[in-house]
């Protein structure tokens, strides 16, 4: 199974990004931390969150969306369900 990951604000645009996934574009972005494949982050204080699964992901041949277009279609998943 293959999907798109992008690096995401968990609080909008304010926050420290973390790894989002998905696996289908017609699906909401969700943390890496509710997929199933995740892998515990490295301990490495300050490091990014997701940073081992995104590298897991990313051999497996996952795609990579920027952030930008990853808020985009965010906001466009939540206003087509609101």
């Given amino acids: 199974m293959t999907g798109q990951m992008c690096w995401l604000s968990s609080f909008g645009h304010d926050g ?6 998905r696996t289908s574009p017609s ?3 969700q ?10 982050d490295y301990e490495i204080p ?3 969150k997701g940073w081992a699964t ?3 992901l990313l051999r497996e ?9 990853g808020q ?5 998943h939540s ?4």
Avoid: C, D, M, N
């Avoid at 420290?16 to 996934?21: N, V």
């Avoid at 985009?72 to 466009?76: D, E, L, P, Q, W």
């Avoid at 206003?79 to 609101?82: D, E, N, R, S, V």
């Fill in 54 to 56: 995104y590298q897991k």
């Fill in 16 to 21: 420290t990004k973390i790894l989002h996934i």
């Fill in 79 to 82: 206003l087509k369900t609101a």
């Fill in 72 to 76: 985009a279609t965010a906001v466009s």
């Fill in 31 to 40: 943390s890496y931390k509710t997929f199933r494949g995740a892998v515990p």
């Fill in 61 to 69: 041949g996952w795609q990579l969306i920027s952030s930008a277009e």
């Fill in 46 to 48: 300050g490091g990014s």
């Fill in 27 to 29: 699906q909401p972005w």
